[in-house]
């Protein structure tokens, strides 16, 4: 079973960056896209960014493209997002999760691609 652990959140002012880092285990890491959504208070779950299993391919909602970079380490089962210039709007749960490739038929952005969910990390910006 695929268990995947975020960690780097926390309460920092507008302005700083941020490493969210979320530790795949269980299958074989590079058998899966990755991607990272959020979810503020009150407010549905929305993409953030996505990785494709080589690393070759990213994806980023339009909020957060040239502020926000994913990434990914195969070799040590992780996938990071380095979040730049935080504003109080990024404030949410983040949630990273695993899309097994020979399933994909969604697209990236898509929650319902993503078969297995991590617990979140709770990123809180202040102004």
């Known amino acids: 079973q695929v268990q995947l652990v975020e960690s780097g959140g926390g309460l920092v002012q507008a302005g700083v960056s941020l490493r969210l880092s979320c530790v795949f285990s269980g299958r074989t890491f590079s058998d899966y896209n990755m991607g990272w959504f959020r979810q503020a208070p009150g407010k549905e779950r929305e993409f953030v960014a996505a990785i494709s299993w080589s690393g070759g391919s990213t994806y980023y909602a339009a909020s957060v493209k040239d502020k926000f970079t994913i990434s990914r380490d195969n070799a040590k089962n992780t996938v990071y997002l380095q979040m730049n210039s935080l504003k109080p709007e990024d404030t949410a749960v983040y949630y990273c999760?695993?899309?097994?490739?020979?399933?994909?038929?969604?697209?990236?952005?898509?929650?319902?691609?993503?078969?297995?969910w991590g617990q979140g990390t709770q990123v809180s910006v202040s102004s």
């Open positions: 999760a695993a899309d097994w490739v020979p399933t994909s038929a969604q697209a990236m952005d898509v929650a319902a691609s993503y078969d297995y």
